[in-house]
Each structure stands twice: as C-alpha cells, then as structure tokens.
C-alpha cells in the first residue's frame, strides 16, 4: 500500500500533504561539527516520508510502519523532555522545538515510512526529524528557512531524546541539492552546494554498511567532544575551528595532554581535509579526493580511535582492491564506510570488502551506491 494509502487507514481521513527527507553520508569532515567546523556530507535517495495532517484540539498521532507497537498519542501541551520513550521521541520532540520557539504547532496526524536503514549510521534520526519539521511547517504556514527548520530538529535530538549530535546532519537533509555535495560551516550553518555528479566523472560513491554498532559509540562520542572542548580552552580559543592547519605544530607543541593533543589534531586536519576536498570538486579533480579519504580514516583511526575492526578492514580491502579511497562515515564504531571506486572497479571492490568480510567472519555487509540527492521536499 502507498504511504498515503497507510495513513488513510490508520486515521479514517486522507493526508493533507506527503513529504520526503533524506539520509545522509558524509563525503569528509568527521566530529567537526561540535567544534564549529566544516562537513562536506551529501543527501542519500533513500528518504524517510511522512504523511501527515493538521489537528487543532492539542492531540499529536504519531505512526511508524518501521517501529514496532501501534499509534503513539500524545498531548502537544504535555510534551517535556523525558516525557516521550523510544521512537516517537524523536518526531514528538520536533513538534516540542517548534512549539518552544512560539510556533503554533496545535497537534497532527502523522505516519511515517522509511527506507533509510536504522541505525546504520546513515542519519535515518535525521530524516525523520526533517521530515517531521518540514511538515509542521507546510501544515501550520511557519515559514521557518531550511536552516531553521535544521536547528529545530538538532534540538529535539539534544535536548528532547537526548542525544548530543551536532548540527551536520540535519542540515544536510534539510538542504542537500541534487548532484551536489553541501559544503557546510557548522559556525554559522552558511553552505553552498559543490557540484558532485559521480555519474557524469565515470565514477561511484558505494557506503558500506558494516551492520555493526558496537555498545561503545555513546559513551565516546561524549568522551571525544568532552576532550575537544579541553583542547580548545587550553588553546585559549572558543573552538578548535579558530585553529588552522598553518598553527597546527604551534598548537600541538602547547598541549600537555597527549590524548587532547591527538583530538585537536584530527580536528584541525580534518577541517583542512574538507577545504582541500571542495577546492578538488571544484576544480572538477574528482579522482584526487580519493587519497583525502584515506588520511581521513587513518586520523579518525589512529587521532580520534573511533574506527573498529570491521570498518577498518572495509577501507583496508577496497583500497586493497583498488579503490581510488575509502573511509568511515558518521560516528563509527560500527555503522559505514564509503568509497570512492571507478564505476568499472565497483563490482570487484564490492565483491573484495564482501569476500574480505566473510574471511575474517564478519556479518556480511550491505554495499550500496550513495547517489547525491536532493534534500527534505513535499511531494
Ligand atoms: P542513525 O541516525 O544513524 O540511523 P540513530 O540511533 O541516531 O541512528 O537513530 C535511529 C533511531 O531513530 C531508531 O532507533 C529509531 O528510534 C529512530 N528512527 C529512525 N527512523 C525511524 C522510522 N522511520 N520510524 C521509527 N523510528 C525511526
Ligand atoms: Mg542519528
């Protein structure tokens, strides 16, 4: 059944309007985002959907054919964080973010479907918020910008789940052009769209979807932006963004703590890996951003120690295979890799991480092609 068709059943009255947003990879700039850095992520064709109607008497439904358990009600008045469990948290959070910042958001109908894999780290949390967001602001006339309704749905996530992503990949789902790569300053969420037609170069983009999630992530995540924010105050600076890649040495040398010391390094070089990534684009090089996403995975490896096995052995076995480069995407420790192949070389390099996988008895890994997409959209 078409997602309209879902709605209509679950609810007794057709959507008032359908909407899209999408998953994201990231091409390179990785944990850059909490340290108002640069991200280079692109929109993926895969799109959470929601189809949804206004409600006026406070009462907010929300329905996903992808969660387990039926109809989720709530009371828009009644939202708090904490106050939502589980996957419903994430869309009833958006409504709470819009709602704080004065909208009159006065209840909905909502259904969602999804083809962005959970979990996979994929930014499918993302989408859903978006989408949610983007269809708020359709159904009660809020006029909020895409950055707007980006920041929104980032505050639901921090502060209503409570989880403390940054900023990139709602902005990317909110923003993405087709064929495009969103080139993002996360200081002040100005982005311009660099053209990355991989189809048009002969080229492929594949994500390797690991399918492991290792227990560690969290806790890391907060570990690893605990210990920026310490490089930063030592630096005397209000993020590690104000470092540059000419300071690096200088500030290394200041730094007493030898694990901050390896953070700030992967922070400072990675933001200088996106500069060098957009000037390649730009200049139509696409071919030599294949290296770029090698020194990535082996700062994030070794620097920020957020790889694992498993997304290591996938960068190892495509460049093995002749891969123009590979790395991680997204926060690691499980979820995927990408890699940047020759569209003749794709077949035999997806074959060489699979074949590489079941050698090392590994889950088998879902690989896929990331065509840049365009981002949040009514249908
Ligand atoms: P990622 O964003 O990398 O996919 P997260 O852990 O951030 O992983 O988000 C995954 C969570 O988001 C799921 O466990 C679920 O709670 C929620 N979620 C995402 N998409 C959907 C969906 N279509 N329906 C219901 N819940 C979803
Ligand atoms: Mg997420």
């Known amino acids: 059944m078409s997602v309209a068709g879902e709605f209509t059943a679950l609810y007794g009255a057709r959507p008032e309007g359908l909407w899209a947003a999408p998953g994201r990879v990231n091409l390179i700039g990785e944990y850059t985002d909490f340290n108002e850095g640069l991200v280079l992520p692109l929109a993926l064709p895969h799109t ?21 358990g039926g109809v989720v009600t709530l009371s828009v008045e009644g939202l708090a964080p904490g106050s939502v469990e589980g996957w419903a948290a994430y869309p009833a959070g958006v409504a709470w973010a819009l709602r704080e910042t004065g909208h009159p958001v006065t209840g909905a109908d909502v259904h969602l479907a999804s083809t962005v894999p959970a979990g996979a780290g994929l930014s499918s949390s993302a989408a859903l918020e978006v989408v949610t967001a983007l269809a708020l602001d359709d159904l009660f006339s809020l006029g909020l910008s895409r950055p707007e309704l980006a920041v929104a749905a980032q505050r639901a996530e921090n502060a209503f789940v409570g989880v403390p992503c940054g900023v990139m990949d709602q902005m990317v789902s909110a923003c993405a052009a ?23 170069m002969g080229l492929r983009l594949l994500v390797v979807d690991t399918r492991v999630r290792h227990a560690l992530g969290d806790g890391a995540y907060a570990e690893r932006r605990a210990g920026c924010e310490a490089g930063a105050r030592a630096l005397g600076v209000c993020a590690l963004r104000e470092v540059s890649a000419a300071q690096l040495s200088d500030s290394l040398a200041r730094l007493t703590d030898e694990t901050v010391r390896r953070y700030v390094r992967h922070v400072v070089t990675d933001n200088d890996r996106v500069e060098r990534t957009v000037a390649l684009l730009d200049a139509g090089d696409v071919r030599a951003v294949g290296p770029v996403l090698g020194e990535g995975h082996r700062s994030l490896r070794d620097d920020l120690r957020v790889s694992c096995p498993e997304l290591d052995l996938a960068v190892e076995a495509a460049e093995a295979a002749g891969a123009l480069g590979a790395r991680m995407t997204g926060g690691g420790f499980g979820g995927s890799a990408v890699v940047l192949v020759e569209e003749a070389a794709a077949e035999p390099v997806a074959a060489a991480v699979v074949g590489a996988f079941a050698e090392a008895g590994y889950r088998t890994p879902r690989v896929f092609p990331a065509v840049p997409a365009t981002g949040a959209r009514r249908l």
């Open 48 to 68: 959470t959907v929601a189809a949804a109607s206004r409600r006026t008497d406070g009462v907010l439904r929300l329905h996903s054919a992808d969660a387990d």
């Open 178 to 200: 087709d064929a495009h790569a969103l080139f993002l300053d996360t200081r002040d969420l100005s982005y311009r769209q660099v053209p990355f037609d991989l189809a048009a």
